[in-house]
Structures are given as C-alpha cells and as structure tokens.
C-alpha cells in the first residue's frame, strides 16, 4: 500500500492549488481517503475525506466553501482542489487510508503548501 501526496507550493492569498494523492496496492472502493494537514508547531488535523464506495464528502469547517476532495478510481488519485486559499492553510498536507488520525494505517509523504503575500 503506496500514497503519494503532490502538488503542494507556494501561493498568494486568494490563490488556488490542487493536490494529488497517488494510489497503490489497494483498490479505493475499499477505502476511505483523508487529507490533512500539518502546520508548523500545531497538531496534525483533518481537512477532508472521501468514503469512495458512497463517494460521501466531509470538510472541516475551516475549509469548508473553499476546497473540494474528489477521486479518479481509474488513475487510482485522490484530489484536493483548494480555492481562496488563506496563511493560515500552509502547512504540509498528507493523505492517507481513513478518516481518522489515529485509524489511518497508511500515510503518504507531505506535500508543503504555503500561502504567503
């Protein structure tokens, strides 16, 4: 089981990025997918997740109105589109097999996203 999150850089406020989480090892009908985030200093923290086999979405509120999560079950990715993005949204972003932290068995790699004037 492989995850591999991209996309990450650096942005403007108001800006825009999409992240990718590369899938491998397991079919994502099977499992529910999460992306989260890591700022500097501050506790791990869920953004988002999709339940693939109802394709159910849930956002934090702080996110909420601005990013979508979305998957492609062909290319086996998972994305995060993030829209309007705000300083307080850099951190380093990972996917990963669940909703929940401490449930999540398989992490990917993070990606840096900041969002700096």
């Known amino acids: 089981v492989q995850l591999q999150a991209s996309g990450g850089g650096k942005v403007r406020p108001g800006g825009s990025l999409r992240l990718s989480c590369a899938t491998s090892g397991f079919s994502l009908d099977y499992y529910a997918i999460g992306w989260f985030r890591q700022a500097p200093g501050k506790e791990r923290e869920r953004v988002s997740c999709?339940?693939?086999?109802?394709?159910?979405?849930h956002y934090e509120d702080s996110v909420k109105g601005r990013f979508i999560i979305s998957r492609d079950n062909a290319k086996k990715t998972v994305y995060l589109q993030m829209n309007s993005l705000k300083a307080e949204d850099t951190a380093v972003y990972y996917c990963?097999?669940?909703?929940?932290?401490?449930?999540?068995?398989?992490w990917g790699r993070g990606t840096l996203v900041t969002v700096s004037s």
């Open positions: 990963a097999t669940d909703c929940d932290i401490p449930t999540a068995r398989y």
């Open positions: 999709i339940v693939s086999e109802h394709g159910i979405t």
